[in-house]
């Protein structure tokens, strides 16, 4: 077997960056992820980080099969007033590599 035909995990998000519009302060506001593993070996999910406290992930699943999709709920919890810029990171079976989402909006 050769390095290119080593079984490989692939995870995909159906978007990098996500829009949460205008969010009222101290207002909670939930956002659908759909990931994809485009891979031809199982995703197993080891952890999730986010950049602040203020966002939190929520799902019901540890593995994705190849080809198949699992959705992850991010939750944003405004605090103060201007502009955001959040990050989730989603590690899983994949030395050395993560998958990075953001978050971007206004809170009023």
């Known amino acids: 077997?050769?390095?290119s035909e080593l079984p490989e995990t692939i995870l995909v998000s159906n978007q990098e960056e996500y829009d949460m519009g205008t969010v009222g302060e101290n207002e909670t506001k939930a956002?659908?992820?759909?990931?994809?593993?485009?891979?031809?070996?199982?995703?197993?999910?080891?952890?999730?980080?986010?950049?602040?406290?203020?966002?939190?992930t929520e799902q019901d699943w540890e593995e994705i099969a190849p080809g198949e999709t699992a959705t992850l709920t991010v939750y944003y919890k405004?605090?103060?007033?201007?502009?955001?810029?959040?990050?989730?990171?989603?590690?899983g079976n994949v030395p050395g590599e993560?998958?990075?989402?953001?978050?971007?909006?206004?809170?009023?």
């Open 78 to 91: 405004a605090e103060q007033p201007g502009d955001f810029y959040r990050t989730v990171t989603i590690y």
């Open 1 to 3: 077997m050769t390095v």
């Open 98 to 108: 993560s998958l990075t989402l953001s978050l971007v909006g206004k809170v009023e």
């Open 31 to 56: 956002q659908q992820v759909i990931l994809r593993n485009n891979g031809t070996e199982i995703f197993k999910l080891k952890g999730i980080t986010t950049s602040c406290e203020c966002t939190t």
